[in-house]
């Protein structure tokens, strides 16, 4: 008995157990905000109605003359953005979209409430939609206001939370830059993911707790397939937030929900399904027969010019991949000797893009004279709007890659291959040639197809037409 009753104590606490009970760290701060959101909307909501009895049509009535109508009007107003989340931190209470409706809403509350207790009397209606105005106008004004008084402050280094993260190496530099970005964090550190593995685990957390940590940023690597973590971090009174790599790129759609119990991402589909890729094809067709009509001199006149400056013909046709990994040939203006093909494999050797997937050579001996200044402005890339027209290619994507380029690619790089080609696209108004990492260019190809919208894509256009003027890592 005496034996058995040993090996009960020794065994491990329950795992939701904490070594002592303590209040969340940034509990104080917390409370400190939202006791001064709801005193600025109380002060919004009672000189909003203020001013709507004083403008608004005078009759006698429970609510401008008893003290209780006007407490409900506050109870109701602040409840209801209460329920809504607006006394959240972060972008949530800076929602005014939210606030609009919140208080429209409350508004039509009160309103039902002004007709069931009064059905045989007449009530304000100027009143009413003043308050209603005046509510919107303040409570939004005021809630500006702080937050340009709260971001004012932690620029100075006061009101912030002190965070800790935890993720791969490889990763940690985009985290920072995450959490830099948000000015209302100190990193007092940064640990890798093996700081959680079991054998760790025990020290992190006790650093953490002397740290006085409140909240800590955790890579979805450093986390996964760890079942206990969560549990830690809450026992620890640390407010946990994971983090996405580079390497899950999780649709930008996405929303958070439950199906049950269990939480899961959704992506919800659109009214009309599938009309998103003809919206996009009818775009490029119609920009494109437009830039052909007005782009009939250029064409001339660069024909005319390569003519003069070497011998060769005026275009250049090369197989590309496309579409579903299927070769195309790609029109361009010959830029470069007529040999330039079988010159390249003894210039590899010079390659400038780090990982050699791409081949791009800064000052390349097989370029014309006349080769440099199209390259220079991108009057080379002019051709492929036939290709547009055939459907081979859109205006904004993924360019399409030569097949020795494509043969060194990963199974992820495939992705890219799974919408039409551009002509532009977010790699070549976020660098161009500058970009000397192939992987970069990769996030920026997928992070367009995540995002995609025909908004975007006139965005890249019209930041394509500034990157070719200002010449920007072009050659």
């Not at 027969?289 to 250029?298: G, H, R």
């Amino acid at each position: 008995m005496h034996s058995r009753y040993l090996s009960i104590v020794n065994l491990k606490p329950d795992l939701r157990s904490a070594k002592g009970t303590r209040l969340h760290r940034g509990f104080a701060i917390k409370v400190l905000r939202i006791f001064t959101l709801v005193l600025l909307d109380t002060i919004a909501l009672k000189l909003a109605w203020k001013l709507a009895v004083f403008y608004g049509t005078p009759l006698e009535s429970q609510w401008t003359e008893n003290s209780s109508f006007q407490l409900l009007i506050l109870v109701v107003g602040i409840g209801m953005m209460a329920i809504q989340r607006l006394y959240e931190p972060g972008i949530q209470r800076r929602n005014y979209l939210e606030l609009i409706k919140v208080v429209s809403l409350a508004e039509c509350f009160l309103l039902l409430i002004a007709f069931l207790y009064e059905p045989n009397r007449y009530l304000s209606r100027s009143t009413f939609l003043i308050f209603w105005l005046f509510s919107i106008a303040f409570i939004s004004l005021e809630r500006w206001i702080f937050d340009v008084v709260i971001n004012l402050v932690r620029k100075r280094g006061s009101i912030r939370h002190s965070v800790f993260l935890i993720t791969d190496l490889e990763d940690q530099e985009n985290s920072i830059s995450l959490i830099e970005k948000q000015n209302c964090y100190n990193l007092l550190g940064v640990s890798e993911a093996s700081s959680l593995d079991r054998d760790n685990r025990e020290a992190t957390f006790e650093f953490l707790r002397k740290q006085g940590i409140v909240e800590a940023f955790v890579s979805w690597n450093a986390i996964k397939n760890r079942l206990y973590i969560s549990w830690h971090f809450m026992s620890a009174g640390i407010t946990l937030w994971i983090l996405p790599t580079d390497k899950d790129f999780l649709p930008s759609k996405s929303i958070l929900s439950k199906v049950g119990e269990v939480a899961c991402l959704s992506i919800p589909a659109p009214i009309i399904a599938g009309s998103s890729f003809w919206i996009k094809r009818c775009f490029d067709i119609f920009c494109s027969t437009i830039l052909l009509l007005i782009l009939t001199p250029v064409y001339l006149l660069i024909a005319l010019l390569i003519k003069l400056d070497s011998p060769g013909s005026i275009f250049f046709q090369q197989n590309r991949i496309g579409l579903h990994c299927q070769q195309f040939k790609m029109w361009k203006f010959r830029t470069m000797v007529v040999n330039a093909e079988k010159l390249q494999s003894s210039l590899e050797a010079k390659n400038e893009i780090k990982d050699g997937v791409l081949f791009k050579l800064k000052d390349d001996p097989r370029i014309t004279p006349i080769g440099k200044f199209l390259r220079r402005y991108s009057l080379d890339e002019l051709p492929q709007i036939f290709n547009v027209l055939l459907g081979e290619m859109s205006l904004v994507g993924p360019r399409p890659l030569p097949i020795r380029d494509v043969e060194k690619f990963k199974t992820k790089h495939f992705i890219r291959q799974e919408v039409l080609p551009g002509i532009t696209g977010l790699w070549q108004v976020s660098g161009r040639s500058d970009i000397d990492n192939f992987e970069d260019g990769v996030k920026l190809d997928i992070s367009y197809i995540e995002n995609w919208s025909i908004w975007l894509d006139l965005k890249i256009l019209l930041k394509t037409i500034n990157v070719v003027f200002n010449k920007t890592g072009a050659y």
